[in-house]
């Protein structure tokens, strides 16, 4: 007989997988409601847990940067996320990017199989869960319309929303290699990892014109405002002709960018760039790196193609544009990802207002660890605003103001209290370093909490 408390976990993505297992590891007896392969959210098609909608990126892997930070504190706190995707890492310079397809089956694999963890295929559409289980709801930026009703109803208040956007895909043979070239920006990393298409100042100028004046696709219905809210768009992830918009040299200082990009031909920059970075190991596939769109199909075929080096490029997946719904944390969560007016419900991952993906996994490990620690009655961990996981935390449960989704980033991570002389680098580094001996002591207690569990 099982005699392990019982955590539930709702959804089976990022968070909620990176929940599951971290209570698991913790000591207790975990179900994990899935509605895939029943039902699929309009932005999903693979029956695998944690599929990748947007990029196979992962960002940066330095430390100094917040979300290199950020990786490096969940891979020492043994996290799942951070596991697969090193498991199924594809080449891509100073970042981490993941073959999506085995990525996926890796994390699916890994639930299925733990010994702790029970998956049960069904949809959830009305809360409470049983009362006295102890649950977290990672149901994502697509939550269905039932359990979004019934969280409003149960929340006290109408949901917010933003759109995001997805940047597409092409077949790599349909790449003209006589003028996309590999290289790195700066030269840092894997040059074979980017493909970079050039463009004179004539070509920007033809292309951006296309751009501005191309037709944007219908939004779907469950993606509609209703008349009386406004589009907003996240800036971390904002359309490439929403951004253009903004003026003729906008893309210029955003995702064309030239500086860093010689052309192997003059040793000069171009006007222009586009990045193609991998989506596999076998390099079969290519992203085009910030172009994150929600033009018509037939419109990103015309205007994409005027990119050189694209000009009978294959789309394997165009982009699209949808709606990602997320709560008003700082007025319902605590630091502990738990609902102040009833700790034993957690949310995780998108909907809290973190944006990307190792920040939704972050939050599911805080999550997960501490609802695991409240079925067992002891003390809840709290991850201090000195580290990336913590700021995290921090910064949904305690924002002020208009409150927006955040990645992770160092103006949230508390200041050192002194200055580092160098400049940006080196203080970002001490910051670093700061916050991995926090979450090393970390670690030691959670390991042991491990192992003087159940």
Request: hydrophobic share 45%.
């Amino acid at each position: 007989m099982n005699t392990k408390p019982t955590v539930h976990v709702v959804g089976a993505g990022l968070a909620g997988c990176e929940a599951a297992y971290a209570a698991a590891r913790l000591g207790a007896s975990v179900t994990l409601f899935e509605m895939k392969p029943r039902k699929f959210t309009p932005a999903h098609t693979n029956p695998d847990f944690c599929e990748l909608v947007c990029s196979n990126s992962f960002r940066s892997r330095q430390l100094s940067n917040a979300v290199g930070l950020l990786k490096e504190e969940l891979s020492l706190l043994s996290s799942l996320i951070m596991e697969a995707a090193y498991r199924c890492e594809v080449p891509a310079g100073a970042a981490l990017a993941v073959d999506r397809k085995l990525f996926s089956a890796y994390v699916t694999e890994k639930i299925r199989n733990h010994p702790d963890i029970t998956v049960v295929e069904e949809e959830i559409t009305e809360l409470p869960l049983p009362p006295e289980t102890v649950t977290v709801i990672a149901t994502g930026p697509l939550t269905s319309d039932a359990l979004s009703a019934s969280l409003t109803r149960r929340l006290g208040m109408e949901g917010l929303h933003f759109f995001d956007a997805a940047a597409p895909i092409v077949d790599a043979a349909t790449i003209d290699r006589s003028i996309a070239f590999e290289a790195s920006r700066y030269g840092k990393g894997d040059p074979a990892c980017y493909l970079n298409c050039p463009m004179t100042k004539e070509e920007y100028e033809a292309f951006y014109e296309a751009l501005i004046h191309a037709p944007m696709a219908k939004l779907h219905d469950f993606d509609t405002p209703e008349e009386s809210e406004a589009l907003t768009v996240f800036e971390g992830c904002m359309p490439v002709e929403v951004m253009a918009a903004r003026g003729p040299e906008t893309l210029l200082f955003g995702p064309m960018k030239p500086v860093g990009l010689p052309l192997p031909q003059t040793g000069r920059d171009a006007y222009a760039v586009v990045q193609l970075r991998r989506e596999n190991n076998s390099a079969t596939m290519y992203n085009l790196v910030g172009f994150q769109t929600h033009l018509t199909f037939e419109a990103q075929r015309q205007v994409f193609r005027m990119i050189p080096g694209l000009q009978n490029a294959e789309f394997l997946r165009y982009g699209v544009m949808h709606r990602n719904t997320f709560l008003n944390s700082p007025a319902l969560l605590d630091a502990h990802y738990a609902l102040r007016g009833d700790p034993r419900l957690f949310f995780a991952g998108q909907m809290t207002g973190v944006e990307g993906y190792i920040e939704s996994a972050s939050s599911g490990f805080v999550a997960g660890v501490n609802a695991a620690l409240l079925a067992q009655g002891k003390p809840l961990i709290d991850f201090p605003d000195t580290t990336a996981i913590g700021a995290l935390a921090h910064y949904i449960s305690s924002a002020t103001g208009n409150f927006q989704p955040m990645n992770v980033n160092f103006g949230i991570i508390a200041p050192l209290g002194y200055r580092v002389k160098g400049g940006k680098i080196p203080r970002n580094e001490a910051l670093s370093a700061r916050a991995l001996a926090i979450i090393r002591s970390l670690a030691d207690e959670i390991g042991a909490a491990e192992s003087t569990l159940g």
